[in-house]
């Protein structure tokens, strides 16, 4: 701070702005939600968010229960499709929806997504005291069926092994780095694919966006734990 | 007969290489007044008129730099005329994109407005500092707005001296970016105190002023372009030069009556004297006397070709007086 005095000033003075209150809601969402209720409407996509019966889990359930708490907030569950809940919450039915989106998908175009609060890769996993492959160039690498992972190794020039569970995949494998830690494998410099993941929110509550935004931020460093906790 | 194709005379040229030199200032600048307001864009629309504006206000210096370079080229066979009119289509070109995207991003603004679209502004992290996007874009707004105003001013003398319309037109849609500075401001700050709409209409106000700009200067572009009496800079009145060469014809002795007849090409004129003479010796020489003699009463008077003739036709007045 003492290298950048102007810029600490600057963020006194912005900061000064946001203690008035600014900005504020056009619909005074975030003032409703305090010691109310917060209307989130979910949908499937582990570990981000699951659904099992009637209680939901996973990183941003845990994540938003947290918010609700410190909201002082009840939370009223909505699970539905994308399509339907994306409705719900352009018409302001709904406060927030979870369901792992990420901000390369294409509804990132219609919606109104929050800052990416967080980077996952997909990368390449070794078993531990390997020595880690340069590339993903003419390696067979397991990846699981029925997701974008076996693509991704092939834009990359390896052979994917399309496998129904990596849980018993010989090694190397193609997944998220939180899932090739969680399978005890080494995680290698070969990087597959980068996503960036946020939350949708009702739009143009730009105080309600700003307090989520600061909220997600502040989670950070703990969202890789909690993943790897949901997959064990 | 002959006319010089070096367009300025020797006390212009420090004018014109000002000029040069100021839209080069401007095409610097633009770049990273254009840069600053992209990095803030956000979702508010009226940041994306204010840069679709930052980016069409490059279309008027590079014209004037692209028409500065090719005006002075010499008539050629298959270019009789020289290369003048260059400043016109780089201004027509140029009013043509303002419209066009004036009008498009007008369009996009109301629809906006009507469809009830809340703007969402979240936050950015600046050196470690999580600070609402909408904080960064006034400065940025400013920093875009008040260089064009400074910028525009310091260029207005310059296209009267220099009687470049493409210029003007430039200082003048520059100075005008206040508006644009104000109008997104105030839509900014709408969207800090909760009014979803201020933003949109911020745009609407800024997208008309974009589209009026380019309705404005292509309707004297295309007045130009269809030969109309040479105007001020300023389009605002009828230029007197042909008037004065006309009463300086009509005064010469062997002139019995005289007509003129002149158009703009660039930033120059050409055109024709009608001359009836009341005296056929020594017509040649007279003729050419008289031609120096208009050739010394304004740099303008760049081609201007006498012609003899045995009456002078009967002149149509306009239905309607439009622009002068």
């Known amino acids: 701070m003492a290298r950048h005095p102007k810029t600490a000033a600057l963020a006194v003075a912005l900061s000064f702005l946001s203690a008035c209150g600014l900005p504020r809601d056009p619909e005074g969402t975030l003032q409703r939600v305090r010691g109310g209720t917060l209307r989130v409407g979910i949908t499937e996509h582990p570990p981000w968010t699951i659904v099992d019966g009637d209680e939901p889990g996973g990183v941003e359930v845990t994540l938003v229960e947290d918010l609700a708490e410190r909201l002082d907030a009840r939370i009223s569950w909505t699970f539905g499709s994308e399509a339907q809940l994306f409705e719900a919450l352009e018409r302001r039915e709904l406060d927030l929806v979870i369901g792992g989106f990420a901000a390369d998908d294409p509804w990132a175009e219609i919606v109104s997504l929050t800052q990416p609060y967080i980077t996952i890769r997909t990368i390449v996993g070794v078993s531990p005291g390997t020595p880690s492959p340069s590339s993903a160039d003419g390696l067979r690498i397991a990846a699981e069926r029925g997701t974008d992972v076996p693509a991704l190794v092939e834009e990359h020039d390896g052979i994917p092994v399309r496998v129904d569970s990596l849980e018993d995949a010989s090694p190397p494998v193609a997944a998220d780095e939180w899932e090739v830690r969680a399978l005890g494998l080494q995680p290698t410099d070969v990087i597959l694919h980068e996503s960036q993941y946020a939350m949708a929110i009702v739009p143009g509550e730009n105080a309600w966006l700003v307090y989520l935004e600061r909220y997600l931020r502040s989670r950070l460093s703990e969202v890789p734990d909690l993943l790897v906790e949901q997959a064990s | ?324």
């Open chain 2, 1 to 324: 007969m002959k006319a010089g194709h070096a367009e300025l005379p020797a006390d212009k040229e420090s004018i014109r290489r000002r000029a040069v030199r100021l839209e080069i200032v401007s095409i610097l600048y633009l770049i990273t007044a254009a840069t600053a307001v992209y990095l803030t864009l956000g979702n508010s629309q009226a940041m994306k008129t204010a840069w679709v504006e930052d980016l069409l206000s490059f279309i008027p210096p590079i014209s004037f730099l692209f028409a500065t370079r090719r005006r002075n080229q010499p008539p050629t066979r298959t270019f009789p005329y020289g290369h003048h009119r260059a400043t016109s289509v780089a201004y027509l070109a140029g009013s043509v994109a303002l419209l066009t995207f004036g009008t498009l991003i007008l369009l996009d603004s109301v629809s906006k407005l009507v469809t009830f679209e809340h703007p969402s502004i979240g936050t950015v992290v600046l050196f470690d500092n999580q600070i609402w996007l909408g904080w960064l874009m006034i400065p940025a707004l400013l920093y875009t707005g008040i260089p064009m105003l400074i910028l525009g001013r310091m260029k207005l003398p310059l296209a009267r001296a220099l009687h470049d319309k493409s210029l003007y037109a430039d200082a003048r849609m520059m100075r005008a970016d206040w508006l644009t500075t104000t109008a997104a401001s105030l839509g900014v700050l709408g969207i800090a105190v909760g009014l979803w709409w201020a933003d949109a209409v911020a745009a609407t106000i800024i997208s008309f002023s974009i589209v009026s700009d380019g309705w404005e200067n292509l309707r004297q572009v295309t007045a130009d372009l269809m030969d109309h009496v040479p105007t001020t800079v300023d389009h605002q009145m009828a230029d007197p030069l042909p008037a004065k060469v006309e009463k300086a014809v009509r005064s010469l002795p062997w002139v019995k009556e005289a007509r003129v007849r002149l158009r703009e090409e660039g930033h120059v004129y050409f055109g024709e004297v009608y001359v009836v003479p009341s005296t056929q010796r020594d017509l040649l020489r007279n003729i050419e006397r008289a031609h120096e003699k208009i050739r010394s009463m304004d740099w303008r008077l760049h081609d201007v070709v006498i012609a003899p003739t045995a009456e002078l036709h009967d002149e149509v007045e306009d239905l309607e007086e439009n622009r002068s």
